[in-house]
């Protein structure tokens, strides 16, 4: 089920919220927890049998680790149930890509390919690992109670496609929380201005994007090429902090603190700011499970440089199973060694905007081979974004068949809302006292795109979030 179609807005949240506060206390988790399932078996069905392991699997191995005296004990039980998450990941996510690296077996290769990657396995799987890592550490205590275990993470706002909740960062709400009228509006608020830049912005950039990479080879030339690589790259960032942003409202509203999971990507002048700002609990929890074990930079700097560039390597296989995914890993991995090594001070001696335009070339140049289906196609566009050319069937695709008025002024609605316009016009014009006319003038703004939306949603058949298929 996604967040932005009817049934969600008219029936699945608005039910799920009248019946949860209408609910006693004490079983408020346990109705969580139900919808949470029904939510997630809506689109999987039986695939929901997968998380309903992974759940029992976690919270029988964290009881143990917690229970354990001596440190091997734990260490092994650890080491165990931190590999038993990552088989059941690699099997749904990663037996086909290695079988056709491996082997050219027909009989296996299509056994593979037929195995069903459940949606969000790559979020809720790294959430686990954190738990059982934590407990290990004494961090967190194994929580002994089967509801709450489940409901951290089956928790359906942040189940499909995060933000990575730790454990420790909702341990007490759930235990125990409470719903303010200003949690609650300040949730709503943020769910429909989520919901604005997934329908509004996001959905239109899309649908223009995934025309331009479906054109053959041959048909490409310079300038589609480049509005395919420029709507993409606005439309991955506003689909995934929409869903952020609607998560995070929803867990609000339902009295959950998420934590935040982008800060403005596209004004940051370097990779290393870049990746401190885009997907931010993704890069804490390599950088807490991974990084730092590692050694992080606590060793030489030979080490350190191979670490950051591991770590990315394993970010990119994260994503997705296949070669592009990988060169997307290594891509930002050594751009981020070079900038250790010296260019990061380079670029602070830079004008801003020298710093700035260098880092989204580098990031709309990664992002070719994040959305290309296969290498050739990655190339392709490589090559005519620098070199500029035209395949021969390139005048039955003209710019002008793609790119029209209505994209135009969506690319601009972008390239504004892409920096911290709607955070300056909040602090600027809302009044946090709730009253005054700036208060309802600010209400009747959200009302407004809430309707847009709506509206939007209704007439659009186009509304994948991209970061369902991780």
């Known amino acids: 089920m996604v967040f932005s179609e009817p049934t969600f807005l008219f029936f699945f949240l608005p039910l799920t919220m009248a019946f949860y506060f209408l609910m006693p206390g004490k079983i408020k988790n346990l109705f969580l927890l139900i919808v949470s399932l029904i939510f997630y078996a809506w689109g999987e069905g039986l695939f929901l049998l ?31 149930g931190v590999a038993l998450n990552i088989v059941v990941l690699a099997y749904f996510k990663y037996a086909y890509f290695f079988a056709s690296n491996i082997t050219g077996d027909d009989a296996l290769l299509a056994y593979t390919r037929s195995i069903h990657l459940p949606i969000g396995i790559s979020f809720y799987t790294f959430q686990a690992l954190s738990y059982l890592i934590d407990v290990y550490r004494r961090e967190v205590a194994a929580q002994r109670d089967p509801i709450k275990m489940a409901l951290f993470i089956s928790l359906f706002p942040q189940l499909i496609a995060g933000p990575i909740v730790r454990y420790s960062e909702i341990e007490k709400e759930l235990m125990d929380r409470k719903v303010t009228r200003s949690d609650f509006a300040v949730g709503m608020e943020r769910f429909v201005i989520g919901l604005a830049k997934k329908i509004l912005i996001a959905d239109p950039l899309g649908l223009v994007a995934d025309q331009i990479f479906a054109v053959p080879l041959d048909g490409l030339s310079t300038p589609l090429v480049w509005a395919g690589v420029i709507c993409y790259t606005f439309q991955i960032f506003f689909d995934f902090s929409a869903y952020s942003d609607m998560a995070i409202g929803i867990g609000r509203m339902f009295g959950f603190k998420f934590p935040e999971n982008f800060n403005f990507p596209y004004i940051a002048t370097s990779v290393t700011e870049f990746w401190r700002r885009w997907h931010m609990t993704l890069s804490r929890w390599f950088r807490d499970y991974l990084y730092i074990p590692l050694g992080g930079n606590r060793c030489g700097r030979l080490r350190n440089y191979f670490n950051l560039f591991l770590v990315f390597l394993v970010c990119g296989f994260w994503h997705g199973s296949s070669w592009n995914f990988v060169l997307w890993g290594a891509y930002y991995g050594i751009f981020l060694v070079l900038e250790r ?21 580098i990031v709309m140049v990664g992002w070719v081979p994040f959305r290309a289906e296969t290498s050739e196609q990655t190339w392709a566009f490589l090559a005519l974004m620098f070199a500029p050319g035209a395949g021969e069937a390139a005048a039955l695709y003209p710019l002008e068949r793609f790119i029209n008025g209505y994209v135009l002024f969506t690319l601009l609605l972008a ?39 709506v509206v939007a949603a209704g007439a659009a058949s186009y509304s994948p979030f991209i970061y369902f298929r991780f």
């Open 341 to 361: 090594l010296g260019l990061l001070a380079f670029l602070a001696r830079l004008p801003r905007f020298l710093a700035h335009a260098y880092l989204l070339l």
């Open 50 to 80: 997968v998380i309903l392991a992974m759940i029992a699997l976690n919270y029988f191995f964290a009881l143990w680790i917690d229970q354990a005296g001596q440190p091997r004990s734990r260490l092994l039980l650890t080491q165990i």
């Open 415 to 453: 390239v504004i809302f892409s920096m911290p316009v709607g955070r300056w016009f909040a602090r600027r014009f809302v009044q946090t006292d709730g009253g005054g006319l700036r208060h309802y003038g600010y209400s009747g703004f959200v009302a407004t795109i809430f309707c847009l939306s």
